[in-house]
């Protein structure tokens, strides 16, 4: 059986389809995905993504062990402050991996540090995928120093829900109380998460339990994503989509929405044997002057890296999938040169779209391409990421 979220039943009786996801039972839509996506974009759209793998870190030398597991440099992250790092392992070292020597990629991650305990020891949070969240915590336990460090997986005893969308406070920075935050939290409090930088966090309070406030999403959209306890997590999702006037959205418009904006999945842009150089991450991978899981050898491919990733656009709504193979016709002949990592009908900008790999060569002279969808030759169209970029009103 699937597990279940402290939200599933509001979820199965507000007519949320349900699917297993990662081994959680999920909503993927409530009315439609495309309604949802738009929502999201002109609107408020909230998320239940409590299936998402919260693990707690703290002791004296936090801050040093995750500097020597995280390809992100963590020792000079500020106070209230996050930072989006892939986890790597090495190939022999991990539970079924069977690689030659390169190392390996276990998940990708928001790393947060909150304020540090009175006896100055350190706290951090990484939220982790679902999917991944079992092996990245069997993974980093086991390279747990003797002491100076503790790991604790809080998911099942926490919640988390993100709130994305151009309004989420309200229309200027005036209106904060006209957002859907307002029926939940009080003028200080709102006024300090409307003037919170990207990826910054704010500790704060509701109904007198702690409560973890982020600026950071899956969209592409201004909002915040909340990490509280279990027991609080059904009033504050019907203060939001009841009296906040927040639309519940599921996981299908979370994905094309996260499409648009060119942010990777794990299983698709991301896997075990990804480059992080070719998919477009090499800012996450800090490796001068550093040591973690297969550091060295990502120097090498940094240096090596001969393929990235590209945007394309169809002529049609019809959309690529995961895998379909991008084609460039030369002198008469036509060769792969890369293949899709995802493809979605874009309710913004009404095309498929798709991310891929591709050989850097024919990127950088811009060739006419081509998807072979279902053993349909599509057009695409290169063109720069993301594919949708929100207006920004600072």
């Known amino acids: 059986m699937p597990q ?7 979820h199965e009786n507000n007519r949320g389809r349900m699917v297993d996801f990662a081994g959680w039972s999920m909503p993927v839509q409530y009315s439609s995905i495309v309604s949802e996506h738009l929502g999201t974009r002109k609107g408020v759209g909230v ?17 040093e062990w995750l500097d020597s597991m995280l390809t992100r440099q963590v020792v000079d992250l500020p106070v209230c402050r996050a930072r989006y790092t892939l986890i790597t392992g090495v190939a022999g070292e991990e539970d079924n991996v069977q690689l030659d020597g ?19 020891s350190q706290r951090f949070v990484l939220v982790v995928n679902a999917s991944n969240r079992q092996r990245v915590v069997r993974w980093l ?4 120093p003797p002491e100076g460090v503790t ?29 859907p935050l307002g029926s939940v939290f009080g003028k200080k409090v709102l006024q300090q998460l409307a003037t919170l930088p990207n990826y910054g966090v704010l500790e704060t309070e509701l109904s007198g339990e702690p409560v973890l406030v982020s600026r950071t999403g899956y969209t592409g959209e201004d909002g915040v994503e909340i990490i509280l306890g279990s027991s609080q997590a059904l009033g504050l999702w019907k203060c939001l989509v009841e009296e906040g006037s927040a ?15 060119a942010m990777p999945l794990y299983g698709h842009e991301l896997c075990e044997k990804t480059d992080p150089f070719s998919a477009g991450l090499g800012f996450a991978v800090n490796i001068d002057g550093r040591e973690f899981p ?3 050898e990502m120097r090498t491919r940094r240096s090596s890296s001969d393929r990235c990733r590209i945007g394309l656009v169809f002529e049609s709504r019809r959309a690529a999938r995961s895998g379909d193979h991008v084609l460039v016709s030369k002198n008469g002949t036509d060769s792969i040169c890369g293949e899709i990592t995802s493809g979605s009908f874009s309710p913004t900008c009404e095309r498929g779209i798709a991310l891929a790999i591709v050989d850097r060569a024919i990127a950088e002279q811009e060739c006419e391409l081509e998807v072979l969808v279902r053993g349909v030759r599509l057009p695409a169209k290169l063109v720069s990421l993301p594919f949708y970029r929100r207006h920004r009103h600072d």
């Open 47 to 63: 998320f239940d993504v409590s299936h998402m793998g919260r693990v707690a870190v703290e002791g004296n030398q936090a801050a």
């Open 151 to 179: 790991l604790n997986d809080t998911t099942e005893d926490s919640a988390m829900i993100a709130v994305q969308g151009p309004l989420v406070f309200g229309h200027t920075a005036e209106d904060v109380f006209a957002g």
């Open 247 to 261: 639309i519940p959205c599921g996981l299908g418009s979370r994905d094309t929405l996260r499409l648009e904006a």
């Open 141 to 144: 336990q086991a390279r747990l």
């Open 102 to 120: 390169a190392p390996v990629i276990l998940d990708d991650a928001l790393v947060t540090r909150l304020a540090d305990q009175k006896d100055g």
């Open 294 to 296: 297969g550091a060295e």
């Open 4 to 10: 279940r979220t402290p939200l599933a039943e509001w």
